[in-house]
């Protein structure tokens, strides 16, 4: 049967096969999809379907998934193919078509997988011309076909899912850890901006101090901190992480250069 698989020969192959074909090996002599009892013409002629162009067909349609390729891989119509399929003593190939027919289909289902998760080639285009290509994933795609074969974690009933579900506690989960993050950052934030706001405060005064006296007034506070020169700095206590002293500098910085009024 190998030597007999379908190969387009014709001079414009979109006429011998479809663009979506991704032909695969046909089955072995010995594969029991084609073990399958076929359609015996009672007088034969010379373009009858015979035994051997029915496994040929089943063979080419295993190996595509699409009975027009399979159809012509032997010569014959899609007429004359359900013709045969629905006769008397045909339910051996009829069931042998099926079969293959749910192999090739399978077999296109891996490869718009593949596709969808590794992506077709797409030309990055900048000013008319094309710099080079990137394999584009297909989202859409791997979303349908998350669907299909895994309906209860992605089909419709997914949208229903409650407290207890395996998905819904996830989910969860997940977000309370990302709130939790969240908080963390927003109070570094807080602190540091607090932190920024009362060293510029603390500054102010001192040099109101410096230009006035004594009777400039004072912000200190316990926990202040100062250069060598006594300018304010900021605290050297607070738990700040070196993120959170970073922004607190960043902020005293801005208010360094934009007072406000």
Request: aromatic share 6%; charged share 30%; hydrophobic share 35%.
């Given at each position: 049967m190998a030597d007999e698989a379908s190969v387009p020969t014709r001079a414009t192959p979109r006429q011998a096969t479809s663009a979506v074909a991704h032909v695969s090996s046909p089955p072995e002599d010995d594969d029991p999809l084609l073990a399958?009892?076929?359609?015996?013409?009672?007088?034969?002629?010379?373009?009858?379907?015979?035994?051997?162009?029915?496994?040929?067909?089943?063979?080419?349609?295993?190996?595509?998934?699409?009975?027009?390729?399979?159809?012509?891989?032997?010569?014959?119509?899609?007429?004359?193919?359900?013709?045969?399929?629905?006769?008397?003593?045909?339910?051996?190939?009829?069931?042998?078509?099926?079969?293959?027919?749910?192999?090739?289909?399978?077999?296109?289902?891996?490869?718009?997988?593949?596709?969808?998760?590794?992506g077709t080639s797409t030309p990055i285009v900048s000013g008319g011309e094309i710099l080079g290509w990137w394999d584009k994933p297909d989202n859409a795609l791997l979303r349908f076909l998350l669907r299909y074969r895994l309906p209860q974690k992605y089909g419709p009933t997914a949208e229903d899912i409650g407290p207890g579900h395996p998905v819904y506690d996830e989910l969860l989960e997940q977000a309370r850890r990302e709130l939790a993050d969240h908080k963390r950052q927003l109070s570094a934030q807080v602190t540091a901006r607090a932190m920024a706001i009362h060293t510029w405060r603390r500054r102010k005064h001192w040099r109101q101090s410096q230009a006035h006296g004594a009777d400039a007034g004072s912000a200190q506070d316990w926990w202040d901190n100062d250069d060598a020169d006594g300018f304010p700095q900021l605290p050297g206590v607070g738990g700040l992480d070196d993120g959170a002293r970073e922004m607190a500098e960043q902020y005293l910085q801005d208010l360094e250069d934009n007072p406000p009024r």
């Amino acid at each position: 049967m190998a030597d007999e698989a379908s190969v387009p020969t014709r001079a414009t192959p979109r006429q011998a096969t479809s663009a979506v074909a991704h032909v695969s090996s046909p089955p072995e002599d010995d594969d029991p999809l084609l073990a399958f009892e076929p359609y015996l013409h009672k007088e034969p002629r010379s373009n009858s379907i015979t035994p051997d162009r029915q496994r040929r067909f089943v063979a080419t349609l295993a190996a595509t998934g699409i009975v027009k390729q399979a159809a012509k891989s032997i010569g014959k119509s899609l007429e004359a193919l359900y013709k045969l399929r629905h006769r008397p003593g045909a339910e051996g190939f009829a069931a042998a078509w099926d079969a293959a027919l749910e192999r090739g289909v399978q077999r296109l289902e891996d490869c718009a997988l593949e596709r969808a998760v590794q992506g077709t080639s797409t030309p990055i285009v900048s000013g008319g011309e094309i710099l080079g290509w990137w394999d584009k994933p297909d989202n859409a795609l791997l979303r349908f076909l998350l669907r299909y074969r895994l309906p209860q974690k992605y089909g419709p009933t997914a949208e229903d899912i409650g407290p207890g579900h395996p998905v819904y506690d996830e989910l969860l989960e997940q977000a309370r850890r990302e709130l939790a993050d969240h908080k963390r950052q927003l109070s570094a934030q807080v602190t540091a901006r607090a932190m920024a706001i009362h060293t510029w405060r603390r500054r102010k005064h001192w040099r109101q101090s410096q230009a006035h006296g004594a009777d400039a007034g004072s912000a200190q506070d316990w926990w202040d901190n100062d250069d060598a020169d006594g300018f304010p700095q900021l605290p050297g206590v607070g738990g700040l992480d070196d993120g959170a002293r970073e922004m607190a500098e960043q902020y005293l910085q801005d208010l360094e250069d934009n007072p406000p009024r």
